[in-house]
């Protein structure tokens, strides 16, 4: 498998039960959870580049993305989050664009913004942790390398 889309490291690093969860929360199965995951990740990966692109967030955004292509080790998988999830510049910066994200991702798919709120709230340490392991295979890189394609909104 080369250069998969960054959606598809986020199903993957979500694993089966907790995008049954997701699936739960939304009253679907598991393919409507996969959209919902999909759109989710799409949008937040739009927010993260808007705020990159924009002089009043670059430094913030510039900063967790250092913060992430440096991190040693590597995460493995989701259980291992409390570290960065709990405080890192990444876990800041995403909660942040988290709450617009979900609400554009309701009004797009008409779901109650509360439960896209918290599906999204679920997806927020699994992105970081999609991140990390881009940035480690990748060695580095910006932004958009660790985004690569798969960003589509």
């Known amino acids: 498998m080369t250069d998969s889309s960054f959606q598809d ?11 049954q969860e997701i699936a739960g929360l ?3 199965d598991a393919t409507g959870a996969q959209e919902l995951v999909g759109s989710s990740v799409a949008e937040l990966s739009g927010e993260l580049r808007q705020a990159a692109a924009e002089p009043a967030s670059a430094d913030e955004v510039r900063a967790a993305v250092d913060e992430v292509t440096s991190a040693e080790p590597p995460l ?7 570290g960065l999830a ?23 798919t ?32 910006g932004l958009g ?9």
Do not use: F, H, S, Y
């Open 9 to 19: 490291d986020v199903l993957t690093e979500l694993g089966d039960d907790r995008l």
């Open 26 to 28: 939304l009253g679907t």
């Open 76 to 82: 493995q998988g989701v259980a291992t989050l409390g």
């Open 86 to 108: 709990a405080g890192g510049l990444m876990a800041g910066v995403l909660a942040k664009l988290a709450r617009p994200a979900a609400n554009a991702v309701a009004k797009r």
């Open 110 to 141: 008409g779901l109650p913004p509360a439960t896209v709120n918290r599906a999204v709230d679920i997806l927020v340490p699994v992105v970081i942790a999609a991140l990390t392991k881009r940035a480690a295979a990748k060695e580095g890189g």
């Open 145 to 153: 390398d660790l985004l690569g394609g798969g960003t589509k909104k």
